[in-house]
């Protein structure tokens, strides 16, 4: 009941921005349950983004939209579908940005992998940790 309240307090923008990353997280994350990495790459290109300096507000509410959605997932790699519903969010808008994937050892010695989006030297789905990036698209 208290997310409801805080949800209704939102402006009309933070709303539609909260519903767009809402979509787009499970369309991510059916995306990813069905078909190979490599194929749903191909539904997160840059191609059609111009290259311009976009509104730092902008990709802050992008970003605040995202991580309120995130709170509402119930799957693992969380932050692989943040990038994910973030880069399409950011190509509707023409923004162009990079996901990369890295790999890490925690304190066990366990290998941890994640997922982080930036654009503009802006960080979306922020990177955390020491992670060696891997590979980046």
């Given at each position: 009941m208290k997310q409801v309240i805080k949800f209704t307090k939102?402006?009309?923008?933070?709303k539609l921005l909260f519903m767009e990353a809402l979509l787009?997280?499970?369309?991510?994350?059916?995306?990813?349950?069905?078909?190979?990495?490599?194929?749903?790459?191909?539904?997160?290109?840059?191609?059609?983004?111009?290259?311009?300096?976009?509104?730092?507000?902008?990709?802050?509410?992008?970003?605040?939209?995202?991580?309120?959605?995130?709170?509402?997932?119930?799957?693992?790699?969380?932050?692989?579908?943040?990038?994910?519903?973030?880069?399409?969010?950011?190509?509707?808008?023409?923004?162009?940005?990079?996901?990369?994937?890295?790999?890490?050892?925690?304190?066990?010695?366990?290998?941890?992998?994640?997922?982080?989006?930036?654009?503009?030297?802006?960080?979306?789905?922020?990177?955390?940790?020491?992670?060696?990036?891997?590979?980046?698209?």
């Amino acid at each position: 009941m208290k997310q409801v309240i805080k949800f209704t307090k939102l402006s009309i923008q933070e709303k539609l921005l909260f519903m767009e990353a809402l979509l787009f997280s499970y369309l991510a994350k059916v995306l990813l349950l069905i078909l190979p990495f490599k194929y749903c790459l191909k539904f997160v290109s840059n191609d059609n983004c111009k290259h311009t300096q976009p509104d730092v507000r902008d990709l802050k509410q992008i970003k605040k939209a995202v991580y309120r959605t995130n709170r509402l997932a119930f799957w693992d790699n969380k932050c692989l579908v943040m990038s994910l519903a973030s880069r399409w969010m950011l190509q509707r808008r023409r923004i162009p940005s990079q996901i990369s994937l890295g790999v890490a050892f925690d304190e066990k010695n366990n290998l941890i992998a994640h997922a982080w989006l930036k654009t503009c030297d802006y960080e979306i789905v922020d990177k955390g940790g020491h992670y060696r990036e891997l590979y980046q698209f």
